[in-house]
């Protein structure tokens, strides 16, 4: 299973525009690549999920090279409330692997 | 529309008792996944159930076992208990077993083991 590389953290303020890049160099070829949002003390929340190219949703955009070795989870004009662990991971169809979270990255937005 | 239910939302227990925590899938899943939280770690994998069977595990003892009902809900139960398995747990829920069908976590069960 392919394994994730990200920042440990990242600090912005309100109004800016976030790039979070995760690196996945062994990424296997059916693997899709996901991102997933945790608030302390919930569960982890599916944000957006691609396999090449640019995928955009309400929430957020990713953009994966076509080498698929990294990708990476932009928001735009973040506020608050976007301070969270944010976590890359990748998978796909694969018999007997598990679907790994890496420590993922601490976003911080301040005012 | 019920999203993942989780029960109890918080349990205190001694080592070496068991422990069985629940979950009820979204409506329309088919497929439950475990996860354990230690703080300030990401979720670690435990086992993944469909059809009722365990169809895949992480890397977890025996201790950790499930069940998947005919309804689709759930059970983790964890044996001899130790102060390292103290740690939020989480259930997934999502339609089909790919790693790609996105999963829908519930607010977990905070374990405390004294």
């Known amino acids: 299973l392919a394994k994730t590389t990200q920042p440990i953290s990242m600090d912005s303020y309100e109004g800016q525009e976030v790039n979070i890049t995760c690196s996945h160099n062994n990424i296997a070829t059916n693997d899709y690549i996901t991102w997933y949002q945790q608030f302390p003390s919930q569960g982890p929340r599916f944000i957006i999920q691609g396999y090449k190219t640019k995928v955009t949703n309400e929430v957020a955009s990713l953009f994966i090279p076509a080498d698929r070795k990294s990708s990476t989870l932009s928001l735009p004009r973040v506020s608050l409330s976007d301070t969270a662990v944010y976590y890359c991971l990748v998978g796909g169809i694969q018999a007997g692997t598990a679907l790994i979270f890496g420590k993922g990255t601490t976003l911080s937005v301040s005012s | 529309d019920a999203g993942v239910t989780q029960s109890p939302t918080h349990l205190i227990k001694t080592r070496g008792q068991q422990v069985t925590l629940r979950c009820s899938p979204k409506s329309g899943h088919d497929t439950v996944s475990w996860y354990q939280q230690a703080l300030g770690q990401g979720p670690q994998f435990i086992f993944q159930y469909y059809e009722e069977e365990e169809r895949q595990r992480g890397n977890f003892p025996d201790r950790f076992s499930g069940h998947q009902f005919p309804n689709y809900s759930s059970e983790l139960n964890v044996n001899a208990l130790l102060l390292g398995d103290s740690a939020l747990y989480l259930c997934?829920?999502?339609?089909?077993?790919?790693?790609?069908?996105?999963?829908?976590f519930g607010p977990g069960t905070r374990l405390t083991v004294t």
């Open positions: 997934a829920s999502s339609l089909g077993v790919g790693w790609q069908d996105e999963q829908y």
